[in-house]
């Protein structure tokens, strides 16, 4: 299990980090927090599919990131558990005015059998934000996981100008199967340019989603049933890939729940055949 702990040195309120272990209890998945310390605030789980799967809903009580800004979450699941995470609401990054950046890391372990479904919402960029995050997830051959990312262009629909208005963003998600990198998508701009440059990459679309799906036995042909449902969306583009049991896709939309819509079509398709059962909408209380 990860033995990361926080740093004495950190100034309080400014560094988030959560540790978690998930293990089989009671006869069902269950979910201790073994070191905390705020802003993240843990709230328990809930287990709305009423079965033996818990959802944890991810609390940071700043509101955001600040210049300098930092957050950690490691978690370490045991054999043959399954659980799932998502976020009370969107990660919003803030202006960075002295030039420090703000940080969110996540790193999941997975053990043999393990499921992990991983539907955060989106992140926002401010006007002048310096952002760098990354999601880590190790699982073994024999795991299974969803896990989505979707970073938004910016505060877009409630100040005019603030689109593609970041100073840096550095966005990371990476997956290792078996310890071999199975995905690595990176993105990075440094400087104006470089997000004048994304921002026509993006092809006037606002909203970047990307989704990562594995199982040992992913059936033949689901890919296109993604596809199909992506087709049918309003004011999205999109691409899937298939690689062995590894399903990678991508997605621009122009407003966000177009991208959520985008990423819950994904869910439907493929989780009944990763967690055995359908796609609904997440409650958060």
Known sequence: MSTAVPDPSWVIG????????????????????MCRRVPYQWQGVHYQDHDDQPFLLLHNSAGGFVEGDAAE???WAEPETRFLITTTAATKFYRCESGQTSVDAVD????EGAL?????DEVIPY?????????????RSSSRLFASDLISAGRINFREGEAFAFAALRSEVQVR???????????????AEEVAALKRLWNGRRHLGTVCAYAPDLPMAVEDKVHELLGELEGTEAGVTRLGNLVVVRLLATDVWQAHGGIYAVWQALRPAIAGKPARPIVKC
């Open 14 to 33: 400014k560094h988030a980090f959560l540790r978690l272990k998930v293990l089989r209890r009671n006869h069902r998945t269950e979910i201790d927090p």
């Open 73 to 75: 979450l490691h978690v």
């Open 108 to 111: 999941v372990t997975l053990g």
């Open 116 to 120: 992990l479904e991983y539907l955060p």
């Open 127 to 139: 006007a002048q934000s310096r952002v760098a995050r990354a999601t880590r997830i190790d699982l």
């Open 177 to 191: 199967i078996d310890g071999k990198l199975a995905v690595l998508d990176r993105l990075q701009v440094k400087q």
